[in-house]
T-cell receptor, first 116, second 110 residues
Framework: EAGVAQSPRYKIIEKRQSVAFWCNPI?????LYWYQQILGQGPKLLIQ????????DSQLPKDRFSAERLKGVDSTLKIQPAKLEDSAVYLC??????????????FGEGSRLTVL | GQSLEQPSEVTAVEGAIVQINCTYQ??????LSWYQQHDGGAPTFLSY????GLEETGRFSSFLSRSDSYGYLLLQELQMKDSASYFC???????????FGKGTTLSVSS
């Protein structure tokens, strides 16, 4: 079974530029998450989708971050304009259902963003 | 809101046993999960405790006490490959996604 695919693995941009990350979840997984992981910290939830609807985006800085999950499969996360503090690994995860009741989260390898 | 506390670093030698503690504060509670993350890799699921007590999976065990808002991950017969970060996690207030602790970096030496 293929895992969660993410691209690009690495991206270096200058502040105020824009960047987009792509995620393809495990086939059949209805729930997709984007997490931000700053070096030395745990993953922080940015947004959660159930199929193509947003379940929770309360932690997403909506003035610069946007995400979509068209057709309930692939998802993209965009940052525009980027700030220095956005330097982090952006992890995509998927699960069969929501993960609150012990459902296992399957993570991708992440997209490492460096903002100069 | 939800919050978790775990030690930032733990060191041990091969063959030893190590315990990583996690205390949490939540409004509503659905269970405690543990994830492992090697440097540069993806977090991977280790265990889930929905009820009090010990869950054992090979060399790894996880414990939960809901009355104490406390859990731990026990790693036995440590191997070099166990050097990684370990995160405890609890559901968010809506119970739909996981909130992660800051992680404990385990270093295993020979």
């Amino acid at each position: 079974e293929a895992g969660v695919a993410q691209s690009p693995r690495y991206k270096i941009i200058e502040k105020r530029q824009s960047v987009a990350f792509w995620c393809n979840p495990i086939s059949g997984h209805a729930t997709l998450y984007w997490y931000q992981q700053i070096l030395g910290q745990g993953p922080k939830l940015l947004i959660q989708f159930q199929n193509n609807g947003v379940v929770d985006d309360s932690q997403l800085p909506k003035d610069r971050f946007s995400a979509e999950r068209l057709k309930g499969v692939d998802s993209t996360l965009k940052i525009q304009p980027a700030k220095l503090e956005d330097s982090a690994v952006y992890l995509c995860a998927s699960s069969l259902d929501h993960s609150g009741a012990g459902g296992e989260l399957f993570f991708g390898e992440g997209s490492r963003l460096t903002v100069l | 809101g939800q919050s978790l506390e775990q030690p930032s670093e733990v060191t041990a030698v091969e063959g030893a046993i190590v315990q990583i503690n996690c205390t949490y504060q939540t409004s509503g509670f659905y269970g405690l999960s543990w994830y492992q993350q090697h440097d540069g890799g993806a977090p991977t699921f280790l265990s889930y405790n929905g009820l009090d007590g010990l869950e054992e999976t090979g060399r790894f065990s996880s414990f939960l006490s809901r009355s104490d808002s406390y859990g731990y991950l026990l790693l036995q017969e440590l191997q070099m490959k166990d050097s990684a970060s370990y995160f405890c996690a609890v559901p968010n207030q809506a119970g739909t996604a996981l909130i992660f602790g800051k992680g404990t970096t385990l270093s295993v030496s020979s």
